[in-house]
């Protein structure tokens, strides 16, 4: 499908120790779970633990993204992209998928890899784990004030 959780699971499974080296002691699923076993088990015998939780009440997104150290999606139907934008204003590295919502977010350091193959991913995410984030513009460019602003410009009002 176009979420291509095994994708992502795939490309952690196999910069386990790339990952580790970076501090990263966990990944989670948000949404469906794709199977994965051989990346699962890739992870957990890099010292990294895994845990597919499926969909989240905001509350719990929020706890969760406060613990982030990387954002990974690699859907191409995400058309506005919130999910970078969140990340990216929290000061986190975000990764995509050319094609997609990510692309908006690129000025502000969304890392976007050239297509959906493993080793696009797998390159996108190492420049992801050595990028550092600004979120103070981003902050000020996506704030509600201002996002109502332009939706007032918009409709004329």
Known sequence: GNKRGRLGLQAAGSLASALAVHGIRRVVVLGAEEAAPRAIGQLRSGGIEYACIGHVPDHEYEE???????????STLEGFGLPYGEALANGIPAVGVA???????????AVIARDA??????DAI????LATISSGQIRADLSWERTGRKLLQVVGA
Do not use: D, N, P
Request: glycine letters at 10%.
């Open 126 to 129: 190492v420049s992801a784990l």
């Open 99 to 109: 094609g997609s919502g990510v692309e908006r977010f690129a000025e502000y350091g």
């Open 117 to 122: 193959t493993l080793t696009s991913i797998k």
């Open 64 to 74: 969760l993204l406060s613990h982030t150290r990387i954002v990974c999606m690699l």
